[in-house]
């Protein structure tokens, strides 16, 4: 299958193939986690918590099922997710006095006792996050890591003393995403949604968004500032040192295994996936060449070179299965181990090795004395040129166009007036969404696309998948 030609194809064989996700199981959207794909996911989780630690975060984990009444106190959000919820109605035979639902999201369960936890200023800022699995009835086709009902959901929710400090910790989450991304080599775009799109009962929602090849966007996660309209039904109140009670200000992160999507989608190629050496389960092969008459001496230098290299912290496998190189070969490019490192009678003689890049196919030397440094550098480099590459077909596939006829299937950049009319006759004239205007400035100077209105606001078009 080749991504160019029908990338939805494209990824669903990948992930299949690639053993990823087991698609047997009889409830549509619920992923089965094989060994290789939960151990991609736990790299991330792994990087998550590392990133949330230490920035003074502690790790919780809540309750699964949601009493409705406690569900139903902040009305914009109850409105925003009563159509996806799954419901537990009945308790063996009988049924429960107050339904429960299955969590869509935390803010519902966790709100109500951070009101217990949240007394004084001094237990300000409260700074928590959970991974868990969260359900939302999905009522669109599912695909693998990218629409599912069942999530494997990363939330962060923190408590402040105003929203000044809600601003900081907003802040202090495109720091932490701008590392985490950086060690996945995803790109993405930051983009605040408009007020008919933000997360229910939000004051805003920065969406984190990145462009897939078929010139669709994913949305990876989103942050959200709440200021205190969670707070006030939830009744999340501090004494100050005044003496005086507030409402904390609240914000919350969010991410999920579309991370595992967006790897595949960006890196993979029509060999299988590119995984980026952070989240490979194994950054390095090992494959002996073996040649007859030399057989015992390959495999045992194979074996030697796979254990130093593994000394020096690189998560290494050595193949010694009795199967034809090229046969391997295959097996690991559709694995997407980032290199290959191949030892043969040949490279023993001249006291090399060969390292084989599995992004580019590009084959070079190393000295076998300092081969473990070599391909410690070479995972580095092939991370650096991962994200590099993916930036560049992300900027590439951002088009600004200062009229909504004849758009390509790209991501569309136009002037926008930030009035709700101009928002909604662009999106009823493309038949696209706006995804959002950019957090970051772009120096952008134009036309509303609509009304003609000078506007210094660019406003980003697309489908999303
Ligand atoms: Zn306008």
Not at 285 to 303: C, D, F, W, Y
Request: glycine share 6%; proline share 5%.
């Amino acid at each position: 299958m080749k991504k160019a030609e029908d990338f939805s194809e494209w990824y669903n064989d990948i992930v299949e193939k690639a053993n990823l996700t087991d698609k047997r199981y009889p409830v549509k959207g619920m992923n089965v986690w094989t060994p290789y794909g939960w151990k991609i996911m736990r790299a991330i989780d792994t990087n998550i918590r590392e990133e949330f630690d230490a920035t003074s975060h502690d790790e919780v984990c809540f309750p699964l099922l949601i009493p409705e009444d406690q569900f139903a106190k902040e009305k914009e959000h109850i409105k925003g997710f009563d159509t996806e919820v799954f419901w537990v109605t009945h308790a063996g035979l009988t049924p429960l006095d107050v339904r429960l639902l299955l969590r869509p999201t935390s803010e519902t369960a966790m709100y109500p006792i951070f009101s217990l936890w949240v007394r004084s200023h001094a237990d300000l800022p409260l700074k928590t996050y959970q991974i868990v699995n969260t359900f939302r009835y999905e009522t669109k086709q599912t695909r693998a890591f990218i629409r599912v009902r069942e999530i494997h959901f990363f939330e962060s929710h923190t408590c402040h003393a105003d929203f000044e400090d809600a601003e900081r910790q907003v802040r202090e989450d495109y720091e932490i995403l701008e590392r985490l991304a950086k060690r996945w080599c995803i790109p993405y775009k930051l983009l605040k949604r408009t007020d008919w799109d933000k997360f229910p009962g939000a004051a805003y929602t920065v969406g984190i968004d990145t462009v897939l090849p078929n010139g669709r966007t994913l949305q990876l996660g989103s942050i959200h500032q709440y200021m205190d309209n969670f707070s006030k039904p939830y009744e999340i109140k501090y004494e100050g040192e005044d003496g005086q009670h507030r409402y904390a200000h609240q914000t919350t992160f969010g991410m999920s295994e579309r991370l595992v999507g967006a790897i595949v989608a960006i890196h993979g190629d029509d060999k299988g996936l590119v995984l980026p050496p952070e989240v490979a389960t194994m950054q390095a092969v090992v494959i002996p060449v073996l040649a007859k008459g030399a057989t015992e001496a390959v495999s045992q230098a194979a074996r030697e070179l796979a254990e130093e290299i593994r000394q020096a912290g690189i998560r290494t496998h050595l193949d010694e299965r009795d199967l034809r190189p090229g046969a391997k070969y295959y097996d690991w490019e559709l694995k997407g181990v980032p290199l290959r490192v191949e030892l043969g009678i040949r490279d023993m003689e001249k006291g090399v090795v060969t390292l084989v890049r599995r992004d580019t196919g590009e084959k070079s030397l190393a000295h076998r004395k300092d081969a473990a440094g070599a391909v410690k550098d070479m995972l580095d480099k092939i991370a650096a040129d991962l994200l590099t590459n993916a930036g560049s077909i992300m900027d590439a596939s951002i088009v600004t166009v200062d009229s909504l006829d004849d758009l390509p299937d790209k991501f569309i950049r136009a002037g926008w007036c930030g009035t709700e009319e101009c928002g909604h006759r662009i999106e009823d004239r493309t038949e696209r969404n706006i995804i959002g205007t950019p957090v970051e400035g772009e120096g952008f100077k134009g036309m509303c696309v609509v009304c003609g209105k000078p506007t210094t606001t660019p406003v980003y078009i697309a489908r999303a998948m």
